[in-house]
């Protein structure tokens, strides 16, 4: 077999069925078949055995949003979390710089061949993360950075981790593909306000004033995602029963309830589902996602719902 390699590192291919293989990750519609990692090798167990946090945003950001940005990351990665970003210019650089300045663990997801240096800008950041943490994707050694590569790259970032926090992204940005995605998954997704005038921070807005959690501190992440508290139990073999989980447990709960504000009640609008139920729209609209892929509710024209 001949193997991979990027630098001095050897590059591990991981299938579905790996021990090794990041759980939350498998759990995804369509997880990569083989996951590449590289990095140091004897880390890669607590990594994929941690909570995880994506933080994303604009190449082109502010410098407060930069500063900003590091500085969440450095808390987070203090506080034990891994951050994960996509190593692109601007917020991912900030990123995974904040949780290496602190001696934290970061993994950067490309959208391109592990060996392949892109951007060029974070040659010097890419080795120390090759050093310190790891540089995970799923393309073959040689395969350049192409356009389409990167939302394919984002629904791993997104798969990845507990939650995305969006700290500064324009209308058009990227980054909002990486937030429907995590949706899409069921995580929740968070975003740091910016200033109403600024462009830059028009995506990110949006999505605060569609529901997402919004972020001033490194608490605030981790208040709003307590998944942490129930990591361990998270960790189940491939392919084994999810009813004793107390996480699924609790979203199975709340598919009950949903389900029967719509029983009761006929055809809803989101709105309505929010007020019915208490549950944050992020969250309530995922388990909506969820339900419409199982086939057991419809979503209508008018973006109303019905039992099928």
């Known amino acids: ?161 507990c939650g995305v926090v969006v700290v500064e992204a324009s209308r058009r940005s990227g980054s909002l593909i990486t937030a429907r995605l995590a949706l899409a998954q069921g995580r929740e997704v968070l975003a740091v306000p910016g200033l109403p005038l600024d462009g830059r921070a028009g995506g990110s807005n949006g999505l605060l004033r569609d529901g997402a959690a919004l972020v001033e501190s490194g608490r605030d992440v981790i208040e709003a995602l307590p998944w942490s508290a129930s990591w361990e139990p998270l960790l189940r073999p491939v392919g084994e029963p999810l009813a004793g989980n107390r996480l699924v447990r609790e979203r199975s709960s709340a598919e009950r309830s949903l389900l029967e504000v719509l029983i009761d009640r006929g055809i809803q609008s989101v709105d309505a589902l929010v007020a019915a139920t208490r549950r944050p729209v992020g969250g309530l609209q995922a388990e909506l996602f969820s339900l419409e892929s199982a086939g057991r509710i419809r979503r209508l024209g008018d973006g109303s719902f019905r039992l099928m």
């Open 1 to 161: 077999m001949r193997l991979e390699r990027v630098e001095n590192y050897v590059v591990r291919r991981l299938e579905a069925d790996d021990p090794e293989y990041p759980r939350l990750l498998s759990w995804i519609e369509d997880p990569p078949h083989p996951l590449r990692v590289c990095g140091r090798p004897s880390d890669l167990g607590p990594f994929l055995r941690s909570p995880a946090i994506g933080i994303v945003g604009s190449r082109a950001c502010s410098m407060e949003a930069e500063a900003f940005a590091r500085r969440l990351s450095g808390e987070l990665a203090a506080a034990g979390w891994v951050v994960v970003s996509g190593l692109a210019r601007g917020i991912d650089a900030a990123a995974h710089r904040g949780a290496l300045e602190v001696g934290g663990r970061t993994v950067a997801v490309v959208g391109c061949g592990l060996d392949v240096v892109y951007p060029r800008v974070n040659r010097n950041l890419r080795s120390e993360i090759l050093a310190h943490g790891l540089i995970v994707g799923e393309y073959a050694p040689g395969t350049p950075p192409r356009k389409q590569n990167f939302p394919a790259r984002n629904r791993i970032l997104s798969g990845l981790s």
